[in-house]
T-cell receptor, first 115, second 114 residues
Framework: GDSVTQMEGPVTLSEEAFLTINCTYTATGYPSLFWYVQYPGEGLQLLLKATKADDKGSNKGFEATYRKETTSFHLEKGSVQVSDSAVYFCALSDRVRGTGNQFYFGTGTSLTVIP | EPEVTQTPSHQVTQMGQEVILRCVPISNHLYFYWYRQILGQKVEFLVSFYNNEISEKSEIFDDQFSVERPDGSNFTLKIRSTKLEDSAMYFC????????????FGPGTRLLVL
């Protein structure tokens, strides 16, 4: 079945450091891939997405490229800020199943950025 | 910007009681979802809902759970005879197209079963 595996945290970085959070997936069809972010005390917010192979999603300085050959969707940011401290979730939705298909989430990676 | 809202933000209940979690999806969205996140664990899909019926449900979503869209705006999750292990954060989400499209999440309801 479909699944998402993301690197375990917690991750602690200094401000302006480079961030990578690894995410790999298993899917039976042609999934769309997402990164969601959860700030403390808040719900899940879409950070970026990619709907087909080689697409790059980007938002707020974060990027992730849909790599079908390595079944990966790693999240990167060149220079993190304290305000980026949050939990990041990789997710996929598999279009093969059509209407009513479910999202699959990774376990989440907690990021803390220190000044 | 339109957003998904959920009430209550926190709910404490006794084991065996029934709870109803409420959600107001984004107004022009047609697909609705419930997820849960047990503390320290991953977000798990419970159920999706479209055209006034369940589209898909996970194995977690057994007879203890039910969903309803009682009017044009609310989407509810009912948990009958709550158990300790039902303690979790419950997220509602909605999307304009199918689930392969972006799902917009509410802030969640934290349920604690004692």
């Amino acid at each position: 079945g479909d699944s998402v595996t993301q690197m375990e945290g917690p991750v602690t970085l200094s401000e302006e450091a480079f961030l990578t959070i690894n995410c790999t997936y298993t899917a039976t069809g042609y999934p769309s891939l997402f990164w969601y972010v959860q700030y403390p005390g808040e719900g899940l917010q879409l950070l970026l997405k990619a709907t087909k192979a080689d697409d790059k999603g980007s938002n707020k300085g974060f990027e992730a490229t849909y790599r079908k050959e390595t079944t990966s969707f790693h999240l990167e940011k060149g220079s993190v800020q304290v305000s980026d401290s949050a939990v990041y979730f990789c997710a996929l939705s598999d279009r093969v199943r059509g209407t009513g298909n479910q999202f699959y989430f990774g376990t989440g990676t907690s990021l803390t950025v220190i000044p | 910007e339109p957003e998904v809202t959920q009430t209550p933000s926190h709910q404490v209940t006794q084991m065996g009681q029934e709870v109803i979690l409420r959600c107001v999806p984004i107004s022009n969205h047609l697909y609705f979802y419930w997820y849960r996140q047990i503390l320290g664990q991953k977000v798990e899909f419970l159920v999706s809902f479209y055209n006034n019926e369940i589209s898909e449900k996970s194995e977690i979503f057994d007879d203890q759970f039910s969903v309803e869209r009682p009017d044009g705006s609310n989407f509810t999750l009912k948990i009958r005879s709550t158990k300790l292990e039902d303690s979790a954060m419950y997220f509602c989400a909605s999307s304009s197209q199918g689930p392969q499209e972006t799902q917009y999440f509410g802030p969640g309801t934290r349920l604690l079963v004692l």
